[in-house]
């Protein structure tokens, strides 16, 4: 299963361009709440928090890891109004964003974008493919 996994992360990266990060970046399933689809981000560390844009329809969410939980996920609250930190969820403690965290946006692609037969949704968590 790990070897199917990465063999489609793999052709995903070459058709593109991004064959150069292969290795280097994880993939994330982020649903768009907006397009109503499932999307991939890529990212350098899953644990670093990343402001997501859907390359689609421009929708905004955010990736962001809680260390004293254990879980990452869409956790800042009204991302429009650009919120300096954000709280977990489920322990509330409270998290600083980097300052350039709004200026480097991390694209969402969305599933139609992969390329056929490169369906990875069995990847749930990154953390496993090694
Ligand atoms: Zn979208
Ligand atoms: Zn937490």
Sequence with gaps: MGNRAIGAQEKF???TNMNK?????DFLPIWCEQCNVQGYI?????????????????????????????????????????PTFWYCSKCRTKYQLP????????????????PEGSHIPEISNPKEVT
């Design 13 to 15: 990266y070459k058709e």
């Design 99 to 114: 300052s350039t965290f709004y200026d480097n946006p991390v694209t969402i692609h969305p599933e139609s974008d992969l």
């Design 21 to 25: 990060d292969f290795g280097k970046k």
């Design 42 to 82: 890529f990212v350098e560390d899953a644990e670093i928090p990343a402001f997501l844009i859907c390359k689609k329809c421009g929708y905004e969410a955010s990736q962001v890891w809680c260390p004293t939980c254990g879980m990452g996920g869409d956790f800042i609250k009204d991302i429009k109004k650009r």
